[in-house]
Each structure stands twice: as structure tokens, then as C-alpha cells.
């Protein structure tokens, strides 16, 4: 089970969440306008390290992106990825509606900001960048697991 967020730390202001979202390689093509709809609809959370944020198999509501900290990405019991600041994870059963694909464990003390569902969808309707840059981001992870043989679409 998702363990509730830990309370430590300042909410970040406005200006320094902006300045954050534009230095995410996601966000960086994205206009002032596009930038302050994805600072809308964000949620600071905190987690502990050993907080699972997401679960393989279980269905997701939220997509993380990572501010401090770092996390293991699990497939099976098998470490695929270390995550840190900047990265994003947890979009793709937001965008497919599908159960999750990997379970996200904190190895050290987490910051995140979460975006719900709905908020991620208007993010994508409004901001044409974000969508082109997101999909370069997904198709970097297929090329990915490509070079290391992992799993093939028929």
C-alpha cells in the first residue's frame, strides 16, 4: 500500500515552481502560458524513504515528477531504472488507463509534485509542446529497452 505523504519541508512559491517546471527537459520547450497551466494543476507531496509511490499491476490516478530525492523503478523484482530529480513517472496509466507497469519505491527521502488525471489531460490539451516532448520521452524509453533487449511488441 501507498504510504501517505510526509509533512516535512515548504510548500515551493509560485515563481520557484515555475523556475522548477522549466528546467525539467519535459517542460523546456513549453511556453510561459503552458508552463503556469502544468503549475495549476501540481500537488507538493513528500514521502519517507521505503514509501512505495506506485505498484505494479495496481491502477493509477497520479503521475510523479521528481523534484529531490531518488527512486527504484521495479519490473518483476527487477530493478530497470533509478529516477531523480526531474524525471517523470507514472503518465502512462494515466494516459492509457491501464494498471501500472513497475512499482516506484523512495530510496532516500522523496519530493514530488503529483498531477491527477484530469489536471494531466488538460495539461496535454493545451500545451502542443508538452505533448511532442512527452512523446519523445516515451519513445526514448521503448529505444531504451530496445538496446537492452527487453520487452518486443509483436
Known amino acids: 500500500m501507498t504510504a501517505?505523504?510526509?509533512?516535512?519541508?515548504?510548500?515551493?512559491a509560485?515563481?520557484?515552481?515555475?523556475?522548477l517546471l522549466r528546467e525539467v527537459p519535459l517542460f523546456?520547450?513549453?511556453?510561459?502560458?503552458?508552463?503556469?497551466?502544468?503549475?495549476?494543476?501540481?500537488s507538493?507531496?513528500?514521502?519517507?524513504?521505503g514509501t512505495v509511490l506506485t505498484r505494479e499491476g495496481r491502477a493509477g490516478s497520479l503521475a510523479f515528477l521528481m523534484v529531490e530525492g531518488s527512486v527504484a523503478v521495479?519490473?518483476?523484482?527487477?530493478?530497470?531504472?533509478?529516477l531523480g530529480p526531474g524525471?517523470?513517472?507514472?503518465?502512462?496509466?494515466?494516459?492509457d488507463?491501464?494498471?501500472?507497469?513497475?512499482?516506484v519505491q523512495a530510496v532516500s527521502d522523496v519530493h514530488v509534485l503529483e498531477i491527477d488525471g484530469p489536471g494531466f489531460r488538460r495539461i496535454l490539451r493545451?500545451?502542443?509542446?508538452?505533448?511532442?516532448?512527452?512523446?519523445?520521452?516515451?519513445?526514448?524509453?521503448?529505444?531504451?529497452?530496445?538496446?537492452e533487449g527487453g520487452p518486443r511488441q509483436p
Open 4 to 12: 501517505r505523504p510526509k509533512g516535512a519541508g515548504a510548500p515551493l
Open 14 to 19: 509560485a515563481p520557484a515552481l515555475r523556475a
Open 28 to 42: 523546456s520547450g513549453c511556453s510561459t502560458r503552458e508552463i503556469g497551466r502544468v503549475a495549476a494543476v501540481v
Open 44 to 49: 507538493e507531496a513528500r514521502f519517507p524513504s
Open 74 to 82: 521495479t519490473t518483476a523484482g527487477l530493478v530497470i531504472a533509478t
Open 87 to 95: 524525471d517523470l513517472f507514472g503518465e502512462l496509466s494515466l494516459i
Open 97 to 103: 488507463g491501464r494498471p501500472r507497469s513497475a512499482t
Open 126 to 147: 493545451g500545451a502542443p509542446e508538452l505533448v511532442r516532448s512527452l512523446l519523445g520521452t516515451l519513445a526514448g524509453r521503448i529505444r531504451a529497452m530496445d538496446l
